[in-house]
């Protein structure tokens, strides 16, 4: 591939990835006005003709992994375990 079908491409990507970022956006004001309008009829669910929209409170437990390195620190790195992978970046 020459470096004029490279910068291509990269250029292609950048309008992709704007008009994604863009279309994210939207979605999240529509989801966004959806959950003000729950908010005002105080409610976690809601029927709207086939749909259902739930809104709930969720609880989830987590490990605190800083505490507990703060805590265990010797433990910690008897069970840390490294990972490789590989990150595609472009810069300009």
């Known amino acids: 591939m020459s470096q004029k ?10 309008e ?4 994604m970022e863009e279309a994210r956006a939207e979605a999240e004001a529509i989801r966004d006005s ?3 309008e729950m908010l005002n009829l ?3 669910e ?3 003709g086939q749909y ?3 809104w ?3 609880l989830t437990n987590r490990f605190d992994t800083t505490g507990f390195k703060k805590a265990h ?12 992978s590989r990150r595609f970046t472009i810069s300009a």
């Open 73 to 84: 620190g010797d433990l910690y790195k008897e069970f840390i375990r490294q990972s490789a």
């Open 42 to 44: 105080d409610t976690e």
């Open 46 to 48: 809601l029927t709207a």
């Open 52 to 54: 259902i929209i739930r």
């Open 16 to 19: 992709w990835e704007a008009l």
């Open 5 to 14: 079908e490279i910068i291509t491409k990269i250029e292609a990507l950048n």
């Open 34 to 36: 959806i959950k003000a």
């Open 56 to 58: 709930t409170s969720v």
